[in-house]
Structures are given as C-alpha cells and as structure tokens.
C-alpha cells in the first residue's frame, strides 16, 4: 500500500502564488505517475497535473503555463507550483498515485483563490 500526505493549500488572492507538496510511503514501485486532481463544487473532479517517475508531465489546457508539476524520488515527493491563480482555480486539490492498476488517493487539501 501507498499513502499519500499532502500540505500547501491556503487561501491566497487572484495572480498569487501557492505550493502543493504531496509525500508518498509504502509499497512503491519503481515506474509509477503522481498526479494532482481537483474537484470544484458541484463539479467532477479533473486532472490537473502528472508526472510519471521518469520525468515525463502533462497539464490540462487550464493550467498550462502557469502551474508546474515537479518531483523529488529521492524523497518520493511529487509538487505542484501554481501561479498566477485564478479564482477557478478554487478546488480541493488531491494527489493521485498510480502504478499498474494499483491507485491511492491523498486526502486532499483546499486551495481557495479570492476576487
């Protein structure tokens, strides 16, 4: 098994800046993708971000830009930058593990982006 620990969410206003850090434990296996998710509201939860562990990343249209999705292995740590936020970007943010057909979940943290 896999646990995941995030930290960073906050309050912050429109064109600010925020952190998302998301530290992985367990069972992990050497080829694996990290991903950042967010579910706004009444909304379904999108992917915003991921990495696989040999560096390789992809973004939704909405972010690209102005986000960046960066990991330690070392650590086992997966990170999402976001800039220039936007009060769409208003979510709970989850980070995702996935390796094969085998996926965790973090508990997820609240970015809330003011007007």
């Known amino acids: 098994q896999v646990q995941l620990v995030e930290s960073g969410g906050g309050l912050v206003q429109a064109g600010g800046s925020l952190r998302l850090s998301c530290a992985a434990s367990g069972s992990i296996f050497s080829f694996n993708v990290m991903g950042w998710y967010r579910q706004a509201p009444g909304k379904q939860r999108e992917l915003v971000a991921a990495i696989t562990s040999i560096g390789t990343t992809s973004y939704a249209d909405s972010v690209k830009g102005r986000f960046t999705i960066s990991r330690d292995n070392a650590k086992m740590t997966v990170y999402l930058q976001m800039n220039s936020l936007k009060p769409e970007d208003t979510a709970v943010y989850y980070c995702?593990?996935?390796?094969?057909?085998?996926?965790?979940w973090g508990q997820g943290t609240q970015v809330t982006v003011s007007s």
């Open positions: 995702k593990f996935t390796s094969g057909s085998y996926n965790s």
